[in-house]
């Protein structure tokens, strides 16, 4: 079966997908990167949540910034994920071209992303260039990255 992407505020969330949702973010970023982070940050209420589901499952999220949230001057798209059951079959990289198309839909302007440092080449893909602002996140290295309109 096709993965279906699925794209709502959080004021249209059901209870069911906020729980898949945040199930996934902890499954990701928590267990498999071993990361303990305050996921729940404030900014999940403002946003737009795109949402990957095959066959039933939630496999692949990302979180839509508007202007303002993350950055004063850009949009962002945030908490990009996929299972690991789905890896290296095309998932992650149909979940950031939506969530990309969706941005420039919603919110227009340039999007900038804070990235770990090891996926550059997968951004830049894409069209993103760093800015050159490295940094670190919860002890993983991290940098900018801005995909201009």
Known sequence: ????????HFSELSLTELYAILQIRLEVFSIEQHCFY???????QHSY???C???????AYSRLLPVGISYPTYCSIGRVLTKSTVRRNGIGKAL????IRICRERFGGPIKIGAQSYLEKFYNDFGFVSTGHHYLEDD????SMLLAE
């Open 1 to 8: 079966m096709d993965p279906r992407f699925i794209c709502k």
């Open 38 to 44: 305050q996921d729940c940050d404030d900014r999940d």
């Open 49 to 51: 949540h795109l949402m």
């Open 53 to 59: 589901w095959q066959e039933g499952v939630l496999v």
């Open 96 to 99: 950031l071209y939506e969530s």
């Open 140 to 143: 993983i290295p991290h940098m």
